[in-house]
């Protein structure tokens, strides 16, 4: 069940990403503790969707080093990073829509380094391991589903669940793949406050039931703050802070960087300075 | 009650998985041999015509299930099947005419008592691993490739594989190989349907599978749940050219004469076109597509002897502009011939089709 | 060396009309994101619409530049409404749909124009009227080298609508709409550009452009026949994938590019591989270069 959860630590040292002349992320060092809750925040465009790019393999960093678990990961394709335990889930819900429920989490069971593979022959045949362990991965798959409270929707296709089941389902999913760093891409956008409420009760609770670790990226600055022991501030590709939610929200440059912002936009860079 | 019957059913399904196992196979091993069995008696039945028409919908049916597993269940769009049927059909043709009378293993195998058709499963097998290997190297630049672009590369590789058999001398160039013995059968054909049919079908509903349908769902967060597209795309690609070079095979067994232009863009468009009205990602939708226009392609030759165009290739384009614009999933879009049975029927004929 | 220079000359007119049909691909790729496959068949639809023109309206009577423009414009127009139907009918509802969809209905689209040209045209070749121009006392010869006058027609002929459309994309209002479509749907029409007009006028600029190009090759290969369309319509787009897909440079430089690599294998090596020659420089190009000579790598968004 356990891959290494103990040990696991993100690390990214002096990464940098650069698109053409435009520098996205750079030299930003981050060490991210094992059992953490990781916040990295800033305004939009400041680059945090890259770096989540660059630790999951969808990017080649330009310099630097990305560290999972002592391993240097540079290089590595996107599936290689998640066999090696860090799963990600998408902003803007990337579900296989038409596939069950349970096929959306036995995908990734199937790649889950734990579990045993077959061949493609033993496959065709359905020979009696094959056959057991579809069985045990269904079970499980079964067992996931219950945590996140969507095992009566197991045969139902992921496209017709509502929007905050299929956020949760992406969590679950990622999970499934036995992967116990989970990088969270805005997973409260598009929730009500009542649904992001409950997000940080089942963030909270996948950290201690499956002893995750946990960074996302979010602009709700109640979630942000409520949830993360953590965080990391960027802005314009560097990292303008780190600390607690405390030091964060009492750090001038942080203020300033999203003062600028709630000058031309939204209230939720408001709420941190309003503390103020 | 029903906690009792789910609890025996529970025993039942932990006491003996290996002989569940080899109950569901020994059942395909059993209609495979039911080919052969048949084969005879369907051969004396049926007047020549119609027994074309029955060997044309067995290899279509194995055109357009294979070609399925790559456009419907994978979501890559090919339409260069008939290149890979091609490189089997050469193949197999080769190995059974004794490789071009170099080799005399033919008549070895004649001499040593076998039947001279003992050398036709191994051309068919042959074909498909040639076509497989094709079907690799294709499948390899669809590592980066899209929708259209894919297409059309599969398109090209298609028109290159027919180029550059009519550039072969060895194969007698553009007028194409003559003489190929006539082994192709109803046994064979319809034993290489149900091979192929069992492939897929266990294919699709394995682990393996799995990682093609998310391919085909969302290739960046397959990749990013662990799924090695790459891996995926390549093997979907061999195992559709594979049984495409085994039709190509049974097709040159048949025809007895083999010329690089039945191989052109036509072919590759009817199978898919047969995917298509089936519906991408449906297996029996595939074969009564296959079987459907077969039999209307026959009918459809008595109207063109009136004019001098190849009316088939109309109606064909029409059907697939009308399917786009008004029922894009196909007949059965990616159900299942016992989805849509009434649920009552589908208990008792095995449950089998999960939803893809 | 007459004969490197003859492989120049005959590879310049054969790209001039690859570029001509290349841009139409091109644009209309900018605009919907679809590789056209009837485009082709409405080059095609060009060189029938010009040849019925000629014996129609009797041009060959009176031979010339003029009629030959004549013809020219009539079957841009032609092409042009046939481009605009089959964006309607066919592309149109597809809009919103999968992108599969909309490439079948494209193929689909490509079979039925070659098979219904049969049924109306005949399937037999016909002959292109290319006494519309007299010119047979011009050939010019110098040593070996051979220059038709008909090769030169057709590469000035292409160079100047090359021009226009350049013109037209640069510098008209209709112009900067497109690249704004092009550059983005959605935000072009939050912006109040009426985006299916300006995907029409898409459509029928491309297709008018095919159908100039059905003309010039009927002058200079005269047999036109209705499954004419698809190995030019394909190598078109090669050479726009090869330019660079949705640049309009790109889409020349690809098609003359295309058109010496094939004069020169044809005319240094071997004849019968020229059909497989432009799907090779597809494959590597797509492998090696996805973005084309000229075009801009965008990366996927995730």
């Keep these: 069940m356990t891959v290494a959860a103990d040990s696991g630590v993100l690390e990214a040292r002096n990464l940098t990403m650069q698109f053409g002349g435009l520098k996205a992320v750079s030299e930003l060092n981050l060490v991210i503790p094992s059992r953490a809750i990781f916040g990295l925040i800033g305004p939009n465009g400041a680059g945090k969707t890259t770096v989540f790019n660059m630790l999951t393999g969808v990017y080649r960093p330009t310099s630097g080093e990305i560290h999972l678990h002592n391993f240097v990961t540079n290089g590595l394709k996107p599936y290689q990073i998640t066999r090696r335990g860090l799963a990600r889930t998408f902003q803007n819900v990337r579900l296989f829509k038409n596939l069950t429920v349970e096929q959306n989490i036995l995908v990734s069971l199937d790649q889950n380094p734990a579990k045993r593979s077959f061949g493609l022959i033993a496959s065709l045949l359905r020979t009696a391991a094959v056959l057991n362990s579809e069985a045990e991965k269904k079970a499980e798959a079964l067992e996931i589903l219950k945590v996140f409270r969507l095992d009566d929707r197991a045969m139902e296709q992921a496209r017709n669940l509502p929007y905050g089941d299929q956020r949760r389902l992406e969590i679950a999913r990622a999970i499934a793949t036995g992967a116990r760093i989970l990088l969270l891409d805005e997973p409260a956008a598009g929730l009500n406050a009542h649904e992001t409420a409950a997000l940080m009760e089942t963030i909270r609770f996948i950290r201690d039931k499956f002893e995750a670790t946990i960074v996302l990226i979010e602009h709700d600055m109640k979630l942000v703050m ?32 999203y003062l600028g912002k709630a000058a031309s936009e939204s209230q939720k860079g408001g709420d941190s300075s309003d503390e103020h | 009650m029903e906690s009792v019957r789910t609890q025996a059913e529970a025993a039942n399904r932990k006491m003996q998985p290996w002989m569940r196992s080899a109950g569901q196979t020994l059942m395909w091993g059993v209609m495979l041999a039911m080919a052969f069995a048949i084969g005879p008696v369907v051969e004396q039945w049926i007047n020549p015509y119609w027994f074309t028409i029955v060997i044309l919908c067995g290899i279509n049916i194995i055109l357009a299930v294979s070609l399925n597993l790559v456009n419907g269940f994978t979501g890559q769009f090919s339409i260069g099947h008939a290149g890979f049927m091609a490189v089997g059909a050469y193949t197999a043709a080769l190995v059974t005419m004794g490789l071009g009378d170099n080799v005399s293993w033919v008549s070895f195998v004649a001499a040593s008592g076998f039947p001279p058709e003992a050398v036709f499963p191994i051309g068919l097998a ?163 597509a296959a079987m459907l226009l077969t039999v209307m392609r026959e009918a459809l030759r008595v109207i063109q002897t009136w004019y001098d165009v190849d009316l088939r290739m109309i109606i064909y384009s029409l059907v697939l502009i009308v399917l786009m614009l008004t029922r894009p999933n196909g007949l059965f879009g990616t159900r299942e011939i016992l989805d849509i049975l009434p649920s009552s029927w589908r208990r008792k004929l095995a449950g089998g089709g999960t939803k893809q | 060396m007459d004969q490197f220079l003859q492989h120049i000359i005959n590879a310049l007119s054969l790209g001039s009309i690859y570029a001509l049909i290349a841009l139409g691909y091109t644009m209309v790729f900018g605009v919907l994101q679809l590789i056209n496959f009837a485009h082709g068949e409405i080059y095609m639809l060009g060189a029938f619409a010009g040849m019925y023109t000629i014996r129609w309206l009797r041009l060959e009577q009176h031979p010339g530049i003029g009629s030959l423009l004549i013809a020219l414009f009539a079957a841009m127009a032609a092409s042009a409404l046939a481009g605009f139907i089959i964006e309607r009918l066919a592309y149109r509802p597809l809009r919103k749909s999968p992108r599969i969809n909309l490439l079948i209905t494209a193929v689909g689209v490509s079979l039925f124009l070659q098979y219904t040209g049969q049924l109306v045209f005949g399937s037999d070749p016909q002959f292109f009227p290319v006494g519309i121009l007299e010119l047979d006392g011009y050939t010019w010869t110098y040593g070996e080298l051979v220059i038709e006058p008909m090769q030169i027609v057709a590469l000035v002929l292409s160079i100047i609508l090359m021009l226009v459309l350049q013109y037209i994309i640069f510098k008209t209002r209709l112009g900067r709409a497109m690249r704004a479509v092009s550059f983005n749907h959605d935000l072009a029409s939050l912006m109040g550009i009426p985006t299916n007009r300006i995907i029409s006028a898409t459509f029928m600029l491309g297709s008018a452009l095919a159908g100039a190009a059905g003309v010039l090759v009927g002058l200079i290969y005269p047999k036109i026949e209705p499954l004419m369309g698809t190995m030019p319509g394909l190598k078109a787009f090669v050479a726009a994938v090869l330019g660079g897909v949705g640049n309009v440079t790109g889409a020349v430089l690809g098609a003359f590019t295309l058109g010496l690599a094939e004069e020169f294998l044809v005319g240094y090596w071997v004849s019968t591989y020229r059909d497989a020659l432009a799907f090779a420089i597809l494959i590597l190009i797509l492998l090696f270069k996805p973005s084309g000579l000229l075009g801009v790598h965008r990366a996927e968004k995730v």
């Excluded at chain 1, 949830?227 to 440059?253: F, H, M, S």
């Excluded at chain 2, 290489?192 to 799995?210: D, N, P």
């Excluded at chain 2, 049974?250 to 468009?269: G, M």
């Design chain 2, 126 to 288: 042959l074909g498909g691993v040639a076509a497989a290997a094709a079907g690799y190297l294709v499948g390899m630049p669809s590592l980066r490739l899209r929708g259209d672009y894919l297409a059309i590369v599969t398109l090209g590789f298609g028109e290159i594989i027919r180029v550059v058999f009519m550039n072969m001398e060895a194969v007698g160039g553009a007028s194409g190989l003559n003489n190929i013995p006539f082994f192709t059968n109803f046994g064979w054909v319809y034993s290489v349907v149900v091979l192929t049919v069992f492939c897929v079908w266990r294919m699709v509903h394995s682990a393996h599978g799995r990682n093609l349908l998310a391919v085909r769902e969302d290739e960046i967060a397959g990749e990013a749940m662990g799924v090695n597209t790459t891996q995926a795309k390549v093997r979907a690609f061999a195992m559709g050219a594979f049984f495409a070079g085994i039709a190509g095979g049974l097709y040159a067994h048949y025809l007895r004469i083999l010329t690089p232009q039945t191989f052109d863009f036509n072919k590759s468009f009817e199978i898919v076109i047969m995917v298509v009205l089936g519906g991408m990602g449906s297996i029996s939708g595939s074969v009564l």
């Design chain 1, 226 to 257: 409520g949830v993360c022991e953590r965080i990391a501030v960027l802005d314009y590709g560097v990292k303008i802070a780190e600390g607690t939610p405390q030091e964060i929200q009492k750090n001038p440059r942080v203020v300033e960087a």
